[in-house]
């Protein structure tokens, strides 16, 4: 299934609640129900309190993500760099350990087990390293200064990242935009004023819940987490880019020109 972006969603949700409002015709005219107006009032405050929390609190796992994510790349780089100055054949050995790594972390998201699948070809990385300490004692203890890095941020960033909403959560958010939405479709009226702002509202509802969707799977913006970091680091290894099929297929990953 493709994956549908935060604007693409809205922009369908625009078209969606315009019909209804539109075609629908105003039902408090017709229909005599209590309690609406206070419905309407309760389940936006709610919504709007509860929807602030889980998006700074996933606005502030992406940007921890994305700090680790970027350091561990900076971190490689210099790991394959260093190798460099032990030997051609260590620093080719190093290079293949990277190049299996980035392809296995980039078959999962951040929000899967990347962490554990990626991790035999880091160890391989340290066991070539500890084989290479008579080589050249500065590089070793500078590769193992970076590892110990790199294991520090890869850790850090699969603790956060296995932070999603739980599906109560979920539950609670959707739950209070049906009231909302419901509600409007009730009270709206039949002058533009009206027709338009219950649309504007209902497409914000519609928009708020997608970009917490898109906090929560790391694709703020359309396009996955650091995506263009990791791939510059198999061009600095001489190693060609690798893009996930699944993902290429299902719009979380990009291609580009």
Do not use: C
């Amino acid at each position: 299934m493709k994956y549908v972006t935060a604007l693409k969603g809205t922009s369908f949700a625009l078209v969606v609640f315009s019909l209804i409002i539109v075609l629908v015709p105003s039902l408090n005219e017709r229909f005599s129900f209590k309690g609406v107006e206070l419905m309407l009032t309760v389940s936006t405050f709610l919504f709007a309190i509860i929807s602030g929390f889980y998006i700074s609190r996933l606005a502030n796992r992406y940007d921890s993500v994305r700090t680790f994510v970027a350091e561990e790349d900076a971190l490689f780089l210099a790991v394959f760099k260093i190798s460099q100055h032990v030997s051609k054949g260590f620093s080719k050995k190093i290079s293949d350990f990277i190049d299996i790594y980035y392809i296995r972390s980039y078959d999962f998201t951040l929000s899967e087990p990347a962490y554990k699948f990626s991790a035999a070809p880091f160890l391989d990385i340290w066991d070539a390293t500890i084989q290479a300490k008579k080589l050249n004692q500065v590089a070793y203890d500078a590769m193992l200064d970076r590892l110990t890095g790199i294991e520090v941020k890869r850790n850090s960033a699969a603790a956060v990242a296995s932070e999603r909403l739980s599906g109560g959560e979920w539950l609670a958010l959707i739950s209070l935009a049906m009231i909302i939405v419901t509600s409007i479709i009730f009270l709206k009226g039949n002058d533009v004023f009206s027709i338009v702002s219950s649309i504007l509202l209902m497409t914000v509802i519609s928009l708020v819940l997608l970009l917490i969707r898109d906090l929560q799977n790391f694709m703020l913006g359309g396009s996955s987490l650091l995506e263009e970091s990791g791939q510059e680091v198999f061009e600095f290894i001489g190693k060609p880019r690798y893009y996930q099929n699944r993902f290429v297929k299902n719009g979380m990953a990009t291609i580009p020109d």
